[in-house]
């Protein structure tokens, strides 16, 4: 079973007197800062000065913003984009880095492959919430909390962990529990989760669907009701008791026409496609194939970006969509 820290396996006190540089103002960036500030930790922001948006957005929420060439901190913070830490830190952040100093990031990608090499004397550590940086926020501020990974990488202080826990609870994730992983098991299970269920699986498996339908004939408004509109009821049951529970609620003729169907869709010869695409991403395939692609201005990336963006569900939807009036 799964370690899983609680309030009362940190301590604030041990970030007391500690400076925290967040880098990066986004999803994550922000809510970290914020939660940390209202923790009673010492936190600045460090933008690109290009940045104007971002840098507007933390000066009206009150926090302290600095340039990327005026980073510092015991404990500096990477919430910036995979693709870009790479270079952020080895423009501006590895100089930086002290006896004692730490490096904390939400996501394991840049460490795990190698991307980003922190020195022998540094803490090198994982917090990573399990929800968006809006989410994050707002059970923050509602006096609850978002689920976190916490991992450590590299224990030059000795108290690596003890340092990530703080930081857990400062953002608020000790209230809902955190789970010890390491950077590599976070990394490849993430990226596996993404590309095989949640977002490549799920996108394919809804067109693939979509697009059987209006061949056979039926009209693509009603196609797209019930191949993509209603997976929200039967995703929010999962994601509220489970796969049973989705059971539990859903007739009867679905129940068994979905547990005698499913695994026609979903074959051993799935499951076999789905063991190489884990083994490209534990290999470290997967990840130079991105690395390149991003170097080679994305090329590939971009077509298939458009090609997604013009795929007749999409043109179909946006005219459904204005059906619905919860969405407007």
């Known amino acids: 079973m799964a370690k899983i820290y609680r309030e009362e396996d940190a301590d604030l006190e041990v970030l007391k007197g500690k400076k925290i540089c967040i880098v990066g103002y986004g999803s994550q960036g ?3 800062a914020l939660n940390l500030r209202d923790s ?6 460090a933008l690109p000065e290009w940045d104007r948006e971002s840098w507007q957005k933390a000066e009206k929420d009150g926090m302290k913003v600095v340039s990327l060439e005026k980073i510092e901190g015991d404990l500096i913070a990477m919430l ?28 394991g990608f840049n460490i795990h492959y190698n991307q980003i090499v922190p020195p022998k004397n540094v803490d090198v550590i994982m917090v ?5 940086g809006p989410l994050v926020r707002r059970m923050f501020v509602e006096g609850k909390g978002v689920p976190a990974l916490v991992a ?3 224990n030059a202080s000795g108290k690596a962990l003890d340092i ?4 857990a609870k400062g953002i608020g994730a000790t209230r809902a529990g955190v789970i010890e992983t390491t950077f590599k098991e976070e990394t490849e299970t993430d990226l596996f989760g993404e590309q095989v269920d949640l977002c490549g699986g799920v996108a394919e498996m809804i067109k693939m669907s979509f697009e059987t339908l209006v061949e056979a004939g039926y009209q693509p408004e009603v196609a797209y009701f019930e191949v993509l509109h209603e997976l929200k009821l039967i995703v929010d049951l999962i994601y509220e008791g489970g796969i049973f529970n989705m059971w539990k609620a859903v007739s009867e003729t679905a129940k068994y026409g979905g547990m005698t169907r499913g695994k026609r869709i979903f074959t051993e010869a799935t499951r076999q496609e789905m063991r190489k695409i884990l083994k490209e991403i534990q290999t470290g395939e997967f990840a130079r194939e991105w690395i390149l692609e991003n170097l080679a201005g994305r090329p ?8 997604e963006a013009n795929h007749p569900i999409e043109i179909v939807g946006k005219e459904v969509r204005k059906m619905i009036p919860w969405f407007k």
């Open 30 to 32: 922000h809510a970290h």
């Open 40 to 45: 009673g930790v010492d936190v600045t922001v």
């Open 80 to 107: 910036i984009p995979d693709m870009v830490q790479p270079e952020v830190y080895r423009k501006f952040v590895r100089e930086k880095l002290k006896d004692g100093s730490a490096i904390l990031f939400a996501h």
């Open 128 to 132: 990573a919430p399990k929800g968006p």
């Open 152 to 154: 450590v990488n590299q």
């Open 164 to 167: 990530a826990l703080a930081y």
């Open 300 to 307: 590939v990336y971009n077509k298939l970006l458009e090609m």
